[in-house]
């Protein structure tokens, strides 16, 4: 898809579908009083019948179609909702040029243009961040996931037109960096979502390997791919006892990122650490038939972490950066670990496996101390980790975990750039017990069903030992299961942008 910034008045520009927003700005909630989010008379003007009538209420993904808008050169005008004027953030708008999108590819429109909502006193956002949220939101919206399917008819859209009416000056100047980061930040998310969509006999970690590497290599990016030998002679014996029951051997993936310009000797290494189970059966602690087919899934944060480098790669941030990526199947075998097997971490600390399906946090007890002996100093992983985390959370948020303060502030501040939804959950040293063990130093499950999310991250938290460490649960956010107007079902790429964002906010 071709995404463009145009400083043009919206009006005058040819094109199938023009998109405009709209907001409420009623103050109760029985009179809605809708206006579009632009500043252009004619624009108003055409769209004015329709805002009187009553008929459209403004709401978040709501959508009216009008052909032959007069005085406009478009041939139809799309008013999209955006909800409540006074509640309008960047995930409004992002979702509101998603949904524009979809709109147009629904009616197979192969162009559409978008008028960029004027930052002004009407909604509490800057030019920069409107227009990064728009084009996250059309790059977004634009894929669907029907991958394998043989009838597979979709017109994709071809051209995307932003146009923004020239403000001149500084927030012109914004409005274009706006647009080039949301660009960047949204393929890669689209890249992790691709990765993600990928079935489990399709994606297998070797494969998983093969496109880290191939991204890579267009990226401009160091990247090394193990297997079986170096993560036995790293004594990764917590990964290994997962990958040794699956036909498909291991990957252990490395990426390294270094800025254009060195930093001093005793500046921050950010380690990036992604759980990257390409299917997950449980192992012999097998899962319920229903449902097992999601655990395809389970390499979220693999592909999560492989994505932002992607766009670290390209945005160049003045930070080093390395990503670690722990890549097994679970499978349940002959050959397969066990319930009751102690095993030793590379860090030396050792295991009791309670639960071969709590495979998460043992590839990622290898992966967070190998990056610390890569050199990295400030530590974030990002898993599908525990079912508990959705129950605690929802499908809205991710939680969010860390050993360190001023590391957490950096992550939250992330999320406020971003846009994304992320809780934090505690992993105080008084859930230590939780993972006590009487064989051995801990255990890979909790003690009982409570606080489950937090047994997890107090597990991690071993690894992490006196590194600041960030942890992200994307259980409940990886996959979207229903589709929305702005979004299709499947794969939604959840934690880039944010971890871009952490990496972004340490480069200063
Ligand atoms: N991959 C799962 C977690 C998961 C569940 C991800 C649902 C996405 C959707 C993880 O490996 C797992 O099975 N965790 C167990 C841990 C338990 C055995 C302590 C869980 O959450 O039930
Ligand atoms: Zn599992
Ligand atoms: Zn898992």
Redesign the pocket.
Same mark, same amino acid.
């Given at each position: 898809m071709d995404t463009r910034l145009l400083f043009q008045n919206a009006d005058a520009f040819e094109t199938p579908l023009l998109a405009v927003f709209a907001a409420n700005f009623a103050a109760s909630t029985d009179s809605p009083s809708i206006r579009l989010l632009s500043a252009e008379p004619a624009l108003t003007a055409a769209a004015q019948q329709l805002l009187g009538s009553g008929e459209f209420k403004g709401g978040l993904g709501e959508t009216a179609l009008l052909h032959n808008p007069a005085g406009l050169k478009a041939t139809r005008l799309l008013i999209v909702g955006a909800g409540k004027a006074a509640e309008i953030t960047s995930d409004a708008v992002r979702k509101a040029a998603g949904t524009a999108v979809r709109a147009a590819r629904q009616r197979s429109l192969k162009a559409l243009a978008v008028a960029l909502p004027t930052a002004d006193e009407s909604i509490k956002l800057e030019a920069g961040s409107v227009a990064r949220a728009v084009v996250e939101g059309v790059e977004l919206g634009a894929p669907d996931y029907n991958t394998y399917r043989s009838d597979r008819k979709d017109v994709p859209v071809e051209t995307v037109s932003l146009l923004c009416r020239s403000a001149e000056g500084a927030s012109d100047d914004a409005t274009r960096r706006g647009f080039a980061e949301g660009l960047v930040l949204a393929r890669a998310q689209n890249f992790t979502r691709s990765l993600v969509n990928e079935p489990g006999n399709v994606l297998t970690p070797a494969v998983l390997g093969q496109r880290a590497k191939a991204m890579c290599d267009d990226a401009g990016l160091k990247c090394e791919v193990y297997s079986t030998e170096k993560i036995r002679e790293l004594r990764m014996e917590a990964f290994w006892s997962v990958a040794k029951g699956s036909a498909q051997p291991p990957a252990l993936i490395v990426i390294h990122y270094e800025p254009e310009v060195a930093p001093k000797a005793d500046a921050p290494v950010l380690g990036l650490v992604g $759980?990257g189970?390409t299917f997950?059966t449980?192992g012999i602690?097998i $899962?319920p038939a229903d449902?097992m087919e999601? *655990?395809k899934?389970?390499m979220a944060g693999a592909a999560a972490m492989i994505g932002a480098m992607k766009a670290i790669a390209e945005l160049k941030p003045a930070v080093r950066v390395k990503a670690v990526i722990c890549s097994a199947e679970?499978m349940p075998d002959g050959a397969a670990f066990k319930p009751g097997d102690v095993v030793t971490a590379m860090s030396g600390k050792t295991i009791e496996i309670?639960?071969t399906? #709590?495979?998460?946090?043992l590839v990622l007890a290898d992966g967070l101390h190998y990056a610390k002996t890569l050199g990295c100093t400030h530590l974030i992983d990002a #898993? @599908?980790? @525990?079912? #508990?985390? *959705?129950v605690a959370l929802g499908l809205i948020n991710f939680g969010v975990f860390s050993n360190d303060e001023v590391t957490y502030e950096r992550f939250t501040q992330a999320l406020s750039v971003s846009g994304e939804k992320g809780w934090r959950l505690p992993c105080t040293d008084d859930y230590r017990d939780h993972i006590q063990s009487q064989i051995a130093d801990i255990m890979? @499950?909790?003690k009982n069903?409570y606080g489950?999310a937090t047994?997890?991250a107090m597990f991690l938290k071993e690894f992490a030992g006196d590194t600041p460490w960030v942890h992200l649960d994307i #259980?409940?956010c990886?996959?979207n299961e229903e589709k929305k107007p702005w979004i299709a079902y499947g794969p939604s790429g959840v934690a880039v942008r944010s971890i871009v964002e952490w990496v972004r906010a340490w480069a200063g």
């Open positions: $759980k189970i997950d449980g602690s $899962k449902g999601k *655990m899934y389970d679970n309670v639960n399906d #709590a495979e998460g946090r #898993a @599908t980790l @525990t079912g #508990a985390c *959705m890979n @499950t909790g069903r489950g047994s997890a #259980a409940g990886a996959w």
